[in-house]
């Protein structure tokens, strides 16, 4: 059974810090997906990464996949207020099987 | 932004009653999903449809039926609603096949979510 563990699950960081998310999970996955969450509404998807050793940037995001190490993080460089939400990652264990999400990590970013 | 559609957005019943949450889709994605969100828990997996009458369980489907008669409609039903059922709702859905597909990602798009409170 695949599980995903993601840490810390609170985060509340300066302005102009950086920092890093990490998602490991359980059983081989093919894909790593990452969500943003803004509080009341739905999830955004932000970053897919298809294959080992891939890395996406946006903006301040910068999200990568070692699938040797079950491991993906969401790296934040220079936070600033505006990234303040909940961040989610997401495995899927082969083929069209359903995502399974981490508990998510609720980023607090403060002056 | 994908094409989904859910109803009712907010509802508040009792114990008891039966509940139906609706989903929509303008995209004719072939797989549809409901999720809830729970504090602490992130997102579970009810039930998904992979087609046209056909669905399965996921993690904590039980309480909880769904129906899917038609592409683009995806029906959640509590037959008889739980205070433990009060919980955020969240429809997806995603593409069909990922294997040889070059544009598909297999990502989810997620409706608005619908806020259900059992009292």
């Known amino acids: 059974e695949l599980k995903v563990e993601q840490n810390p699950l609170f985060l509340s960081m300066q302005e102009g810090k950086n920092y890093t998310i990490y998602c490991n999970y359980s059983t081989t996955s093919d894909r790593l997906y990452w969500y943003r969450q803004d509080p009341g509404k739905s999830l955004e998807s932000l970053f897919v990464l298809l294959s080992n050793g891939a890395v996406k940037q946006e903006g301040r995001l910068m999200a990568s996949l070692d699938t040797k190490a079950r491991l993906s993080t969401l790296h934040i460089t220079a936070a600033v207020h505006d990234l303040s939400a909940t961040y989610f990652c997401a495995a899927i264990h082969s083929g069209n099987t359903p995502l399974v999400f981490g508990k998510g990590t609720r980023l607090s970013v403060i002056a | 932004d994908a094409g989904i559609t859910q109803s009712p957005r907010h509802k508040v019943t009792e114990t008891g009653t039966p509940v139906t949450l609706r989903c929509h889709q303008t995209?004719?994605?072939?797989?549809m999903y409901w999720y809830r969100q729970d504090p602490g828990h992130g997102l579970r997996l009810i039930h998904y449809s992979y087609g046209v009458k056909d669905t399965d369980k996921g993690e904590v489907s039980d309480g909880y039926s769904v129906s899917r008669s038609k592409t683009e409609d995806f029906l959640l039903t509590l037959e008889s609603a739980t205070s433990s059922q009060t919980s955020v709702y969240f429809c997806?859905?995603?593409?069909?096949?990922?294997?040889?597909?070059?544009?598909?990602?297999?990502?989810?798009?997620f409706g608005e979510g619908s806020r259900l409170t059992v009292l």
């Open positions: 995209e004719n994605h072939r797989y």
């Open positions: 997806a859905i995603s593409e069909s096949e990922l294997a040889g597909s070059l544009t598909n990602t297999g990502e989810l798009f």
